[in-house]
Each structure stands twice: as C-alpha cells, then as structure tokens.
C-alpha cells in the first residue's frame, strides 16, 4: 500500500499473527487469546495436584515441593519479566535499574517484618507504598533524560541501591542477606510442605501482573505511551505529555516489580543482595529478548524458558556425564551461564524478534523479521 | 497533480552524444516510515547543470539522499550505465559522485586542510586539487584553521572543495547558497560555474538568480512527485508556469540576504 | 598532608585504570553508538593473558612483566576486534542490539573464565619494586600506582597521536562527528570501527593486567566490577570525547578516594556524581549532543 500522505501513525492493537493465512485469522480473533490464557492459568493451578513429569526440565513430578519451588520461581519471574516488558517494550524506555524496585520489594518486606508487628498483607501494602514514593522521586528526576541517559542514570541509581545495600549490614543482612521472620506470616505460607500454597500465591501474583499490564496496555494512558514510543514528537504535537506518560508506566512498572519482589521474598525465605545488582538487571534484560519485546505472553515465555534452562544448564553442570567429558567439552558445559550467554548471541543475530517473534513469523513471513528488529530499535 | 513532463530535457547544444549521466526511475523513499520521494523519475545529461527545483519540504534533498543511498530508497537509479541504487553509499561516492549536501556538514573538529585530505580518495591527493587552491585562494591561508571557525561561506567552499578535489563524474549540490550573503553567493555560483564546465552538476536550488546563472536544464519537484522537466531558460521565462510550481514570492527571489550564519553546518 | 598527598596520587592512578578501560568505550560510542558492554571481559582476557605469562616464566622478572603488558595488550585487541567482525558488524547501525549481544558476550564470557580459571581469585606476582612503596613528601605510595599512571599516560598520547597523524585516526575523528557524512565522502567507516574495537579492547587488555598488580589477583569478574565504574566516567566525560573521558577519570577516581578515606561513601558518590552530572549536563562534560 503506498501512502502519498503522511501516513496515520501505525496501529497500537496487538495482532498476534498476520493477517490473511487460515492460520492467522483464528490466532488473531480476539477471544482466543483470552481464552487460552484462561485454559492455561487453570492448568498451571491444578498442576499441583498431580503428578506430571516432564524429565529433563523438572527436577521431579509436579506435586512435589522442588518442583514447586522451579516452577514458582518461574511464575515470579514471569511476573517480573512483565513489569519490565511495559517499561522496555511497551513504553520504549531501556532501564538498567529495574532490579532495583525487586530488590526494595524483597528488603522492604523483609525489613518490615523482622522490625516491626505487622502481619503479611499490611506489610506487604506497605512495600509496594514505600516503593511507589521511590519511583516516583527516581523516576521524575531520571526522566528529565531520555535514551542512553536515561538507562545510565537508572544504572546509577541501581547501583547506589546496591551499595546501599551492602554497606549496610545492620539493616538489610549485608553480604549475607536478609532472612524471612516468620513471626507474623500465616502458617500456610511456611514451611517446604506448603511450598503448593506459596505457588499458587506466585501464580496469583503473575495473573495480577498480567492483567495490570494488560489492562494499562489497554487504556488511553497505554496508548499515548506507545505513541511517545514511536514518535515523540508527534504525541507532543497532540498536546499530550509525554513525560506524564512514561512517569506513569514507570511507576506502574516498578510497583509491579516491588509486589514481584515481596513474593520471592515469601518464596525464598530471604534475599541476597544479588537481587539488587546491574547483573540481574541484565538478567532481566535477556529474558524479555528472549521471549521477544513487545509481546507480554513473549515476556512470560521468556522467563520461564530462560529459569528453566539456568536450573537445568545447573543441574546438568555438576552432573556425572558432564564431569567425565574432555576438557574442552566439560568447562562449556559446566558454566550456564555460558552457555545462556550464547544463546542470547544466537537469538539476537538471528532471531530478534526472540520466541514471541519467531512464532508470528510463522503467519506472517519475513516482513516479520523486518519489523521485529525495527521494533527492537524503536526503544532509542 | 499529475506530471506535466512539459519536454524531455533536451541536451543542451554542444553536448557529447553520450546518454545521461545519471536515469532516476520510479525512485522512491521513506523517513521514519514517512514517503517523502514518491516515483520520482527523471535524467541528467553527461554535461551541464540541471536544476532540482521545488518549494520547501517538497522532497528534493531527500532525493539527492535516496540516490545516495543515505536514506532507506526503493526503485532504480543508474550512474555512468551501471546500477547503483543496491550498493552501499560509500561504494556509490567511490564510483565518481561528488557529494555537496544542504547544511554544509564540514567537520568542525577538522582543519581546512584534513577535511579536503579526508576527501580525497585513496588518501593521495586529489587529482584536481589544483583547481580547488586555484578556486578558493582564501582556503589555502586558512589550511590549518579549524573548520568550525571558518564562515558559512567559507565553510561552504570547503564544502564543494572536497566534492570537487577529485576526479568527479557527476557532482550531486545541495543548497550552496543557503543562508549565504549576495557577495558570497556569487562567489559560489561562479565556483560551481566553472566546476561546470567539466562535470555535470545535479543541483538543489531555491535561489532562482543562481539557476538562472548556471542551469541548462530544470526538473520540478511537488509533493515527492515530478512536475515538470524541461529547458532551464524556458522555464524561467514563464513567470506563471514559475509561480504556480513554486510558490508566490518565486522570482521575487534576492536570494534570501541573510549574512553568513553560524559557524558549524555539521549534524 | 602526606595524607593528602596518598589519596591524590592514589587517586590518580586508580584514575589511570578507569581511563585505560573508559578510553575504548567513549570511542566506541562516539564512533559507532555501541554501548559495549563485554568490554570488561576484553580487560579480564588481558588480565589472564598476562597472568598465565608470568605463572610459565616467573613473575619477578622485569622483562616478564613488561612481556605481559604487551601480552595483555595484544590479547585484549585481537578479542575486540573479533567481537567486532564477528557480532558487532552483522548488526550495522542497529545500535540496542549490538548493545544486546555484547550483553551476551559478556555473561558468557564471564562463565567461561570462570569456567577455565575457577571463581577464586588467583594471586599474581611482580617484580619486587612493583610491590614495594616509594615515599612522596611523607606519604607512602605503592610503586604500581606509578606504573598504572604511566601507562596511562602514554596510552592517552599513543591515541591522541594516532588520531592525530593517521589516515585512520582522520577517518575516526570525523567519524565521530558526522558519520554519515564521512560514508558520503567514498569511505567505508566499516574499517575505521574494527579498528577503533581493536584501540579500546588493546587499552582494556592493558589495563587489565595492570589491574591485576593493583588489586593483587586476577579473577573472572575483574573486568565486569571495573566496567561500571568505566561506564559511569565515560558518561560523566561525555561519550564520544576521549579528553572528557581523561579528566572525568580523574575527577571520579581523585574524589572517590577522598570520600572513601573520610567518610567511606566512594562508591556513592561516584554514583551521585554520574547523576548530578546527567541531570544538569546530559551530555557530559565535553561529549557531542547526545540527541534525548
């Protein structure tokens, strides 16, 4: 189609496949999506009841409590992948820095209940408060930048959280970390036995997550974000603000992820100071590649698929087959993160539209390939 | 408005009976997903000056950028023969185009002297750097000056020194006398004169004294789409043919008698 | 006094090191807009190129030490200008992915020194004077800072001339001003960004076997927990100017040690500075307009 005017800015609504093929117009009628997410939270919540084993990628069968424990972890981080995917995907802005909100999530709740006599879901409302305030003063002064600026200053930012962290001991556990205090939390949420009840906690928390997300994606708040995405200049010419709305997703985003990070507290009896590094940032930063930006289900996969490979890659790491190969062979082999690393490199020479992105090409063609980098760009 | 293509440019007399330098043909492209160059097609004889006229914004920079391949370009574009709209710009240049562009865009960090040697090819000195030193004496005191001091007109010099301190087959000028004042504009014009008389100039221009001066041949541009090609002179001489194709205030045209701007054309 | 005067001389060669790793990064920036971030791993390769050098022929002989420099320099450019060639060139122009796959390399990278050389830091040894300490005006000093600012120092003239005097360093200056403009003069800037890679990961191997006398050991995260610190100066001094990314080094390095010394908060303010710094001059000290 050829435009000899200006053309419309480009369509906001996802379209999951392209249009035209069979195969396209059921994946992109608007109840499927719904409908297999529906599908897909109840499988996910009876799993626990039953005895699925899937050898290779679980530790053992799905109602035991370290399967539990893979596959909780895999839904907090899903649910952290998403809050990352509105702030990189959605709303374009690259932060080095989300690890810090997580990060305020685990210690804020951990500090709250080891300091004072609240129970679990006062303190728990209290995190995602302090959090809130957080964002909102980081967030207006980072915002006065954009681009590479603005993904230096959250760098900094979350470094300085980190060093906070680490220095000081007295509070937050230091090196060491910080452990859960179990005074004032429920009985059904302590204990290896009832790591079940703590997945379905994780799970409710990824299905909260994702209708944030999807609701704000949804909203005219959402729309005008996108749009400063694509082309600021244009928003501005609306007589919209853009700094209003990227202030607003980012503080929507870092909530999402201070809520992410007091679960994982609940999940891990207790927190590191790793959770607060520029390195899990990045970590971050690859599972939403991964999956493929701008796509939230794309957000979720990614996660999942990049918590299971790291558990696996660990697990095949220290395994006997592994430490009987040559050494050239072996030490590969025996570092996951090696062997992730690579597989980023891989994905993003030549998948960049990452797993979400790969799957639409199978509807769509190569123009997909096209666009997908171009949207990647986008977040400049 | 659809192409009054008025008459194939007719070579100028005197001319070779060698084919046109350069063939545009349904040459399109795209800004940040914007069309700004619409099926654009025309040609450039192997001699003269042809002129790329066309209000403000209409799409002539972004035409000379899509043959250069400095913008995302679609459609055919022939130099010398040989098809260049695949390759990369700096293969297109090697092949013998000289580049003026709009803004002057001299490196400001660099002297006089490393922005010409940064031109010439294969970092010998350029064939015709004599005609350069010959053609803008004030550039030679000013070798080791920064570039970024110099002038708007001085900058332009260097501008179209590096363009013509080598062995050019085609020269692409973009706006030489943007912002520039009368003296100056002359001193351009009698530059871009002279360079004339052995390389053919695709020239960008709104200042219609100048196109008067040097041109042979003009094609007008309206909304990214051709409108008109034809003698430059006959052009010229039909005053409502000029005005409706380029605005009211066309041959009102002083050029625009600002004194030289700031310093710095690059991006 | 002679406090003072360790903690400035202290400072510039903890300074030096920071310019070492910071130098590649703003010209690699400037030039081609790639934010690299294995940079650190291509200071960590240095780091145990020098070290296994020195492990075969005995560190604590000069002409060994020496050896390791020009080792670690060596290993350092041939890595980057791989990197370059190999992932850097295929994404052209397609600046957050090639920021995204030298993320890549760098976790991988990373796990695989980890792999080979263990997570332990390994001791190195010098030459005895390296380890010894020089008294300045009542301060005592420890030789290495001496040769870290040495070396830094040199390098800084090695780029500058090269820039200078070189077809290429020509090409790169202009480069980094206008890009595009340099394509439209019949170059290919191509060339010019392998060798840039090749200047910043040789200054990075270089600095890492320095490093690895001025910490004491060599391990796997050496270049990733100075990759920060390189980051943030390189902002500060503006991305894209090597002067900029000189004085920020000092700057930062000179008033970390100080607000390490009395109050123990270097690190912070180092950050605190990267912010300030980015909030009231977004582009730096004396970088090009960065376009935000």
């Given at each position: 189609?050829?435009?000899?005017?200006?053309?419309?800015?480009?369509?906001?609504?996802?379209?999951?496949?392209?249009?035209?093929?069979?195969?396209?117009?059921?994946?992109?009628?608007?109840?499927?999506?719904?409908?297999?997410?529906?599908?897909?939270?109840?499988?996910?919540?009876?799993?626990?009841?039953?005895?699925?084993?899937?050898?290779?990628?679980?530790?053992?069968?799905?109602?035991?409590?370290?399967?539990?424990?893979?596959?909780?972890?895999?839904?907090?981080?899903?649910?952290?992948?998403?809050?990352?995917?509105?702030?990189?995907?959605?709303?374009?802005?690259?932060?080095?820095?989300?690890?810090?909100?997580?990060?305020?999530?685990?210690?804020?709740?951990?500090?709250?209940?080891?300091?004072?006599?609240?129970?679990?879901?006062?303190?728990?409302?209290?995190?995602?408060?302090?959090?809130?305030?957080?964002?909102?003063?980081?967030?207006?002064?980072?915002?006065?930048?954009?681009?590479?600026?603005f993904a230096m200053v959250t760098l900094a930012f979350a470094q300085a959280g980190n060093v906070l962290v680490r220095r000081n001991a007295w509070l937050t556990g230091g090196e060491e970390g910080l452990r859960l205090n179990t005074t004032n939390v429920p009985e059904f949420l302590v204990g290896v036995l009832n790591t079940r009840n703590v997945y379905w906690l994780a799970?409710?928390?990824?299905?909260?997550?994702?209708?944030?997300?999807?609701?704000?994606?949804?909203?005219?708040?959402?729309?005008?974000?996108?749009?400063?995405?694509?082309?600021?200049?244009?928003?501005?010419?609306?007589?919209?603000?853009?700094?209003?709305?990227?202030?607003?997703?980012?503080?929507?985003?870092?909530?999402?992820?201070?809520?992410?990070?007091?679960?994982?507290?609940?999940?891990?009896?207790?927190?590191?100071?790793?959770?607060?590094?520029?390195?899990?940032?990045?970590?971050?930063?690859?599972?939403?590649?991964?999956?493929?930006?701008?796509?939230?289900?794309?957000?979720?996969?990614?996660?999942?698929?990049?918590?299971?490979?790291?558990?696996?890659?660990?697990?095949?790491?220290?395994?006997?087959?592994?430490?009987?190969?040559?050494?050239?062979?072996?030490?590969?082999?025996?570092?996951?993160?090696?062997?992730?690393?690579?597989?980023?490199?891989?994905?993003?020479?030549?998948?960049?539209?990452?797993?979400?992105?790969?799957?639409?090409?199978?509807?769509?063609?190569?123009?997909?390939?096209?666009?997908?980098?171009?949207?990647?760009?986008?977040?400049? | 408005?659809?192409?009054?293509?008025?008459?194939?440019?007719?070579?100028?007399?005197?001319?070779?009976?060698?084919?046109?330098?350069?063939?545009?043909?349904?040459?399109?492209?795209?800004?940040?997903?914007?069309?700004?160059?619409?099926?654009?097609?025309?040609?450039?004889?192997?001699?003269?000056?042809?002129?790329?006229?066309?209000?403000?914004?209409?799409?002539?920079?972004?035409?000379?950028?899509?043959?250069?391949?400095?913008?995302?370009?679609?459609?055919?574009?022939?130099?010398?023969?040989?098809?260049?709209?695949?390759?990369?710009?700096?293969?297109?240049?090697?092949?013998?185009?000289?580049?003026?562009?709009?803004?002057?865009?001299?490196?400001?960090?660099?002297?006089?002297?490393?922005?010409?040697?940064?031109?010439?090819?294969?970092?010998?000195?350029?064939?015709?750097?004599?005609?350069?030193?010959?053609?803008?004496?004030?550039?030679?005191?000013?070798?080791?000056?920064?570039?970024?001091?110099?002038?708007?007109?001085?900058?332009?010099?260097?501008?179209?020194?590096?363009?013509?301190?080598?062995?050019?087959?085609?020269?692409?000028?973009?706006?030489?006398?943007?912002?520039?004042?009368?003296?100056?504009?002359?001193?351009?014009?009698?530059?871009?004169?002279?360079?004339?008389?052995?390389?053919?100039?695709?020239?960008?221009?709104?200042?219609?004294?100048?196109?008067?001066?040097?041109?042979?041949?003009?094609?007008?541009?309206?909304?990214?789409?051709?409108?008109?090609?034809?003698?430059?002179?006959?052009?010229?001489?039909?005053?409502?043919?000029?005005?409706?194709?380029?605005?009211?205030?066309?041959?009102?045209?002083?050029?625009?008698?600002?004194?030289?701007?700031?310093?710095?054309?690059?991006? | 006094?002679?406090?003072?005067?360790?903690?400035?001389?202290?400072?510039?060669?903890?300074?030096?090191?920071?310019?070492?790793?910071?130098?590649?990064?703003?010209?690699?920036?400037?030039?081609?807009?790639?934010?690299?971030?294995?940079?650190?791993?291509?200071?960590?390769?240095?780091?145990?190129?020098?070290?296994?050098?020195?492990?075969?022929?005995?560190?604590?002989?000069?002409?060994?030490?020496?050896?390791?420099?020009?080792?670690?320099?060596?290993?350092?450019?041939?890595?980057?200008?791989?990197?370059?060639?190999?992932?850097?060139?295929?994404?052209?122009?397609?600046?957050?992915?090639?920021?995204?796959?030298?993320?890549?390399?760098?976790?991988?990278?990373?796990?695989?020194?980890?792999?080979?050389?263990?997570?332990?830091?390994?001791?190195?040894?010098?030459?005895?004077?390296?380890?010894?300490?020089?008294?300045?005006?009542?301060?005592?000093?420890?030789?290495?800072?001496?040769?870290?600012?040495?070396?830094?120092?040199?390098?800084?003239?090695?780029?500058?001339?090269?820039?200078?005097?070189?077809?290429?360093?020509?090409?790169?200056?202009?480069?980094?001003?206008?890009?595009?403009?340099?394509?439209?003069?019949?170059?290919?800037?191509?060339?010019?960004?392998?060798?840039?890679?090749?200047?910043?990961?040789?200054?990075?191997?270089?600095?890492?076997?320095?490093?690895?006398?001025?910490?004491?050991?060599?391990?796997?995260?050496?270049?990733?927990?100075?990759?920060?610190?390189?980051?943030?100066?390189?902002?500060?001094?503006?991305?894209?100017?090597?002067?900029?990314?000189?004085?920020?080094?000092?700057?930062?390095?000179?008033?970390?040690?100080?607000?390490?010394?009395?109050?123990?908060?270097?690190?912070?303010?180092?950050?605190?500075?990267?912010?300030?710094?980015?909030?009231?001059?977004?582009?730096?000290?004396?970088?090009?307009?960065?376009?935000?």
């Amino acid at each position: 189609m050829s435009a000899t005017t200006p053309t419309a800015p480009a369509p906001v609504t996802p379209d999951p496949a392209g249009r035209g093929s069979a195969v396209g117009r059921v994946l992109g009628s608007r109840w499927l999506p719904l409908a297999v997410g529906g599908a897909l939270v109840v499988l996910a919540a009876v799993l626990p009841l039953l005895a699925i084993e899937i050898p290779g990628i679980l530790p053992g069968p799905t109602y035991m409590p370290g399967t539990l424990q893979l596959l909780s972890l895999c839904l907090i981080f899903a649910a952290l992948a998403l809050s990352y995917h509105l702030l990189f995907g959605t709303a374009g802005m690259l932060s080095f820095g989300h690890a810090l909100y997580f990060a305020v999530g685990a210690y804020g709740l951990g500090i709250i209940l080891q300091r004072t006599d609240m129970t679990l879901v006062p303190a728990i409302a209290l995190t995602v408060l302090v959090g809130i305030v957080v964002a909102l003063g980081l967030g207006a002064v980072s915002l006065r930048v954009a681009g590479i600026s603005f993904a230096m200053v959250t760098l900094a930012f979350a470094q300085a959280g980190n060093v906070l962290v680490r220095r000081n001991a007295w509070l937050t556990g230091g090196e060491e970390g910080l452990r859960l205090n179990t005074t004032n939390v429920p009985e059904f949420l302590v204990g290896v036995l009832n790591t079940r009840n703590v997945y379905w906690l994780a799970l409710a928390l990824l299905v909260i997550v994702f209708l944030v997300v999807a609701w704000f994606e949804r909203s005219r708040a959402g729309h005008v974000a996108v749009a400063t995405r694509e082309n600021e200049l244009r928003v501005r010419v609306l007589g919209l603000r853009p700094f209003s709305a990227r202030l607003v997703v980012f503080v929507i985003a870092s909530a999402l992820a201070v809520l992410t990070g007091t679960v994982y507290f609940i999940l891990q009896s207790g927190v590191t100071p790793r959770a607060s590094s520029a390195d899990f940032t990045l970590t971050l930063l690859v599972m939403v590649v991964l999956g493929g930006v701008g796509s939230r289900w794309g957000a979720i996969v990614g996660a999942v698929v990049y918590t299971l490979l790291d558990q696996r890659l660990s697990a095949l790491a220290s395994s006997d087959a592994v430490a009987s190969l040559p050494d050239v062979l072996r030490i590969p082999l025996s570092e996951p993160l090696f062997i992730l690393g690579t597989l980023f490199i891989l994905v993003v020479l030549f998948l960049p539209g990452g797993i979400a992105g790969t799957v639409r090409r199978v509807g769509s063609g190569r123009r997909a390939t096209r666009a997908a980098r171009d949207r990647l760009e986008e977040a400049e | 408005m659809s192409a009054t293509s008025a008459t194939d440019a007719r070579t100028p007399s005197g001319s070779s009976a060698a084919g046109p330098i350069l063939t545009v043909s349904s040459l399109s492209a795209k800004i940040k997903g914007q069309q700004v160059v619409e099926e654009v097609s025309f040609e450039v004889p192997a001699t003269g000056v042809t002129a790329l006229l066309g209000r403000n914004g209409v799409g002539k920079t972004s035409t000379i950028k899509a043959i250069l391949g400095l913008i995302d370009r679609r459609g055919r574009v022939e130099f010398a023969g040989e098809r260049i709209d695949g390759l990369p710009t700096f293969r297109i240049v090697q092949r013998g185009v000289g580049y003026v562009p709009e803004d002057r865009e001299v490196f400001a960090g660099l002297t006089v002297a490393e922005n010409l040697r940064l031109a010439e090819r294969g970092g010998r000195p350029g064939a015709r750097r004599a005609l350069v030193d010959e053609l803008f004496p004030d550039l030679v005191q000013r070798a080791q000056q920064s570039a970024g001091s110099l002038s708007g007109g001085q900058q332009q010099m260097v501008s179209l020194g590096r363009a013509l301190v080598n062995e050019n087959r085609l020269l692409l000028v973009d706006e030489p006398t943007k912002g520039l004042a009368p003296l100056i504009v002359q001193d351009v014009a009698d530059a871009l004169e002279r360079a004339a008389q052995t390389v053919p100039i695709l020239l960008v221009e709104q200042n219609l004294q100048v196109v008067r001066q040097l041109a042979d041949t003009v094609v007008v541009i309206e909304a990214g789409r051709v409108v008109h090609r034809g003698l430059a002179a006959e052009f010229l001489d039909d005053e409502a043919l000029v005005t409706r194709l380029l605005g009211v205030h066309a041959e009102a045209d002083a050029p625009d008698a600002h004194p030289d701007d700031q310093n710095g054309g690059t991006r | 006094m002679s406090t003072v005067i360790l903690l400035l001389i202290t400072g510039l060669g903890l300074g030096a090191l920071y310019f070492l790793v910071a130098s590649g990064l703003s010209l690699i920036y400037g030039l081609m807009g790639v934010l690299n971030f294995a940079h650190g791993s291509f200071l960590t390769l240095g780091a145990f190129a020098g070290f296994e050098l020195t492990r075969r022929l005995g560190g604590d002989r000069w002409e060994v030490f020496l050896a390791s420099l020009v080792l670690g320099a060596a290993v350092g450019a041939a890595f980057a200008a791989l990197t370059e060639l190999l992932l850097i060139r295929r994404l052209y122009e397609r600046h957050i992915e090639q920021a995204l796959v030298t993320v890549g390399l760098s976790l991988a990278t990373v796990a695989l020194f980890e792999g080979i050389w263990g997570t332990d830091p390994i001791y190195v040894t010098a030459p005895d004077w390296l380890g010894g300490t020089t008294s300045i005006l009542g301060a005592t000093i420890p030789n290495n800072r001496f040769v870290l600012i040495i070396a830094a120092v040199l390098v800084l003239v090695g780029i500058v001339a090269f820039l200078r005097f070189t077809r290429f360093g020509l090409i790169i200056r202009a480069g980094v001003e206008n890009r595009s403009m340099v394509t439209a003069l019949g170059i290919d800037v191509r060339k010019a960004f392998t060798v840039v890679f090749a200047i910043g990961g040789a200054a990075a191997g270089l600095g890492g076997v320095l490093a690895s006398h001025y910490f004491g050991y060599v391990s796997a995260h050496l270049g990733g927990s100075l990759l920060i610190f390189a980051f943030i100066v390189t902002v500060i001094g503006g991305l894209g100017s090597l002067a900029g990314a000189a004085i920020a080094s000092v700057a930062v390095a000179v008033l970390q040690q100080f607000a390490n010394y009395y109050w123990g908060v270097g690190d912070l303010v180092v950050v605190l500075m990267l912010a300030g710094v980015l909030l009231l001059r977004p582009s730096g000290i004396l970088g090009k307009k960065v376009h935000a």
